[in-house]
Antibody, heavy 118, light 108 residues
Framework: QVQLQESGPGLVKPSETLSLTCTVS????????WSWIRQPPGKGLEWIGY???????NYHPSLKSRVTISVDTSKNQFSLKLTSVTTADTAVYLC????????????WGQGTLVTVSS | SYVLTQPPSVSVAPGKTASITCGGN??????VHWFQQKPGQAPVLVIY???DRPSGIPERFSGSNSGNTATLTISRVEAGDEADYYC???????????FGTGTKVTVL
């Protein structure tokens, strides 16, 4: 059973960079698409972007200028960096896997709350 | 970018049927997936490929998709079905994943 676990600071100052890592266990990070998704408090889900094992990425158009997703296959991890954060970036950040050969998310992390505040 | 619109809330009495719509431009040409999310928990897949149920999901959950609307139907609603529900598609033209705006289902 594949498991995902997010990790990183829970508090980030405005204008700084949010950095999170998702560690995948119980399976290889190869041959799948891996995504970051976020959910502001009391609001809906927003897809941030994905990365494939080859390093190929795609991002939500509204975040594209500030987002970088990278992968470390040797550690079975992928990471998110979001620059120049504001209070609007306060959210629970979740990592998830796109089922191989499909278009839906089959495994999710539990999510980690990141608060942007001075 | 592609937009999916859901009603903010649906209320239903126990034992009755809840229908949650997901509207999008020609959504019938895409495959729709549905997630259930309870407070403080990660989303759980309840329907994939418009109408298929993952193992462990009750037959009470069903889906359909045609024209500009996809629908998640929950029959014989139980108190444990109270949750937020999200539709999701992959937009092939942009290679982006899109979530619906979400619907809160309240069991009266």
């Amino acid at each position: 059973q594949v498991q995902l676990q997010e990790s990183g600071p829970g508090l980030v100052k405005p204008s700084e960079t949010l950095s999170l890592t998702c560690t995948v266990s119980g399976g290889s990070i190869s041959s799948s698409y891996w995504s970051w998704i976020r959910q502001p408090p009391g609001k809906g889900l927003e897809w941030i972007g994905y990365i494939y094992e080859t390093g190929s990425t795609n991002y939500h158009p509204s975040l594209k200028s500030r987002v970088t997703i990278s992968v470390d296959t040797s550690k079975n991890q992928f990471s998110l960096k979001l620059t120049s954060v504001t209070t609007a970036d306060t959210a629970v950040y979740l990592c998830a896997r796109v089922r191989e050969g499909s278009t839906y998310f089959d495994f999710w992390g539990q999510g980690t709350l990141v608060t942007v505040s001075s | 970018s592609y937009v999916l619109t859901q009603p903010p809330s649906v209320s239903v009495a126990p034992g009755k049927t809840a229908s949650i719509t997901c509207g999008g431009n020609n959504i019938g040409s895409k495959t729709v997936h549905w997630f259930q999310q309870k407070p403080g928990q990660a989303p759980v897949l309840v329907i994939y490929y418009d109408r298929d149920r993952p193992s462990g999901i009750p037959e009470r959950f069903s889906g359909s998709n045609s024209g500009n609307t996809a629908t998640l139907t929950i029959s014989r609603v139980e108190a444990g079905d109270e949750a937020d529900y999200y539709c999701q598609v992959w937009d092939s033209s942009s290679d982006h994943y899109v979530f619906g705006t979400g619907t809160k289902v309240t069991v009266l």
